[in-house]
């Protein structure tokens, strides 16, 4: 089994999403995940007015995700992160190194300020995010 390139492209309604995202400046995140057989980073849900700490919950206990995440209470110069979000347990390796691979150029496609692989999802919040930046 051999990996696929980086999926860079976003598919039109996560275009959207970001877009919108980005216009509206709430705080909260975007959830996406990477579709295999189109090669392309697709929304899996949205959340408004929750932390860093909420969302976590919804990240799937064997999955990867990426969190496209905004927060006003965050350094005004890089209020936009992009977090890979590595599973709990169980995951299969190669998915994983397939999120690792794309998680450069996809933070790049999403204009975050910065992105970053949380290797334990269960320290994922906002104090977390802040000492990523020092």
């Given at each position: 089994m051999s990996i696929s390139a980086t999926a860079t492209e976003m598919d039109k309604a996560l275009e959207g999403k970001v877009h919108?995202?980005?216009?509206?400046?709430?705080?909260g995140g975007i959830?996406?995940?990477?579709?295999?057989?189109?090669?392309?980073?697709?929304?899996?849900?949205?959340?408004?007015?929750?932390?860093?700490?909420?969302?976590?919950?919804?990240v799937p206990a064997k999955e990867p995700r990426f969190i496209l995440y905004y927060s006003s209470q965050l350094n005004s110069t890089c209020p936009v992160w992009l977090i890979c979000c590595k599973p709990r347990a169980g995951y299969n390796v190669m998915t994983m190194m397939r999120y690792i691979s794309c998680l450069h150029s996809l933070g790049q496609a999403t204009r975050a300020f910065e992105a970053?692989?949380?290797?334990?999802?269960?320290?994922l919040s906002e104090e977390w995010l802040k000492e990523q930046y020092i």
């Amino acid at each position: 089994m051999s990996i696929s390139a980086t999926a860079t492209e976003m598919d039109k309604a996560l275009e959207g999403k970001v877009h919108e995202f980005y216009q509206e400046g709430i705080d909260g995140g975007i959830m996406m995940k990477l579709d295999r057989f189109k090669n392309l980073a697709v929304l899996d849900r949205t959340f408004e007015n929750k932390s860093l700490k909420d969302i976590k919950d919804h990240v799937p206990a064997k999955e990867p995700r990426f969190i496209l995440y905004y927060s006003s209470q965050l350094n005004s110069t890089c209020p936009v992160w992009l977090i890979c979000c590595k599973p709990r347990a169980g995951y299969n390796v190669m998915t994983m190194m397939r999120y690792i691979s794309c998680l450069h150029s996809l933070g790049q496609a999403t204009r975050a300020f910065e992105a970053i692989l949380a290797e334990n999802i269960d320290e994922l919040s906002e104090e977390w995010l802040k000492e990523q930046y020092i």
